[in-house]
Each structure stands twice: as C-alpha cells, then as structure tokens.
C-alpha cells in the first residue's frame, strides 16, 4: 500500500499516464491520416468530408475532463484498495497460460459492460442529458475517444474496478490491456477504416467491430453498440442494416 501522504502525488502520476497515452496515441492517429498522409488514405475514409476546429476543440476540452475522472477512480482501486482487489504481481503465481487467459477475459468482460452501458445511454433521458456529448461529433476523430460527459465518464471507468475486483489479473495484463483499450477506442473514432476489404464477411471479422461499425453509430446515432466485438450486436439485432454496404463502399478503392 502507498503511504497515504503520498495520494496527491499518485492522482498527478496516474492521470499522466492516462493523459499521455491519450494524446500520444491520437496525436499519432491525427498526424498520420489528417494531416501527412491524408490524400493518400482518403479513400479510406468513411466520410468524405473532415471535422470542424471547433469539434476537435470541443472532444479535447471533455476529453480532460474524462482524463481527471479516470486518474481518481484509478486513485482508489491502487492507492486505498488495491490490497482488496484481485490484482496481483508475483507472474509465476497463476502462469502464462493464466495470463493469456485473463487477456481474452478482459476483452469479453469489458466488450460487455460496454454494450450494455452504452444501450443505457441511448435511453432518451440519459441520451439528451449525458450521452448527447459524445455524439455531438458525428463525424467523429481520434479525439473523439475520451470526449465524455462527466457522469458518463465515470460509468465509462467502472470497468477498471470490475475487472479488479474479479477474477486475478496482473497488474502488467492490467496496464497493458488498458493501454490496448484507448488504442483501439481512437481506431474506432478514427474516421478511416484499417481493416481489408472484405475483412467484415470472414469468419473471424463478422465478430469484430470496425471503425466503419462505429462511425455509423455517431453518423446515425442507434444502433452498433459494441466496443472490441459485435458479438452482442448481431444477438440483439442492433447490428445496422447499412453495415456491410457502408464497409465495402469504403474499401471499395482497395487496390
């Protein structure tokens, strides 16, 4: 346990770990396919047209605000509750197949909660209220990742003490699979699709959710609720019937 007069010091520390991965990996995302190699990926994008100044401004401003959220709920589970929690640092304790294991784990656990807190956002009141400020980007970029309301970016950081306080995760499988997370969430808002032509209609790629997937959840605002999968999408039948038409008129210029 840190020492308690210490705590400040772990806010400022955790919420620059989080700060930074947010703006080195969007900053990359950004450089790449908006401004140095933006004719050369255009084709690649979902929606002809960029965003506004005024929208990345925006996404930015709550997106620390997100940032501060994440830092103190992080705060509590590894300054004041970390003894508490499942998470654990001796490797050798469960082994590596544990540790693949709680990776795929994590995944489906976080996939989940996802859905389903976001379906609970599109509830009118909630959606009008909260949900509102994310999709206020409907055409979204890589600083769309973060941009929550604040009552939405707390329920967004629950998922840090889920996954805690279930089964064992170590504490690296822990940091990276939270470095993974804001990876594939500024793919997801990237506005460009990464994945082949034709990858949506395979065996593996029918499951996974793409950029193209949730572009049209900001351009439409229902439907195509999953974060990693869409495993619950296409149980539900909240999969969007523009899907596969929209994926493959993106990457219909495929060479």
């Known amino acids: 346990m840190i020492k308690s007069d210490n705590f400040l010091d772990y ?20 450089l790449l396919f908006y401004i140095l ?24 401003g709550y997106s620390l605000i997100s940032i501060s959220i994440f830092a103190t709920v992080s705060l509590i589970i590894f300054f004041y509750l970390i003894s508490y929690t499942n998470i654990y640092f001796d490797f050798n304790k469960y082994g590596i197949g544990y540790y693949v294991f709680s990776w795929i784990w994590m995944l489906f656990i976080h996939d989940t909660y996802f859905y389903w807190m976001h379906r609970m956002m599109h509830h009118p009141k909630l959606y009008r209220k909260v949900h ?15 941009a929550f309301h604040p009552l939405e970016g ?30 594939y969430n500024v793919y997801g808002h990237l506005g460009f699709e990464l994945y082949p032509k034709g990858f949506h209609k395979t065996i593996v790629g029918k499951w996974i959710n793409t950029s193209v997937s949730h572009n049209l ?18 149980i539900m039948g909240t999969i969007r019937e523009d899907y596969d038409t929209t994926f493959e008129k993106t990457t219909a210029s495929e060479n």
């Open 37 to 60: 190699f933006k004719k050369q990926f255009w084709f690649r994008k979902i929606q002809k047209k960029l965003p506004k100044l005024k929208d990345y401004q925006r996404d930015i």
């Open 154 to 183: 707390f329920l967004e950081a629950l998922i840090a003490p889920i996954i805690a306080f279930s089964l064992p995760v170590h504490i690296s499988a822990f940091g990276f699979f939270f470095l993974f997370q804001i990876i």
């Open 132 to 146: 509102l400020i994310h999709h206020k980007s409907t055409n979204p970029s890589p600083w769309t990742a973060y």
């Open 11 to 30: 806010w400022l520390n955790g919420g620059f770990v989080i700060l930074s991965r947010y703006l080195l990996t969007a900053s990359i995302a950004f």
């Open 217 to 234: 959840h900001h351009k439409r605002f229902n439907g195509n609720y999953g974060l990693y999968f869409l495993f619950w999408d296409r």
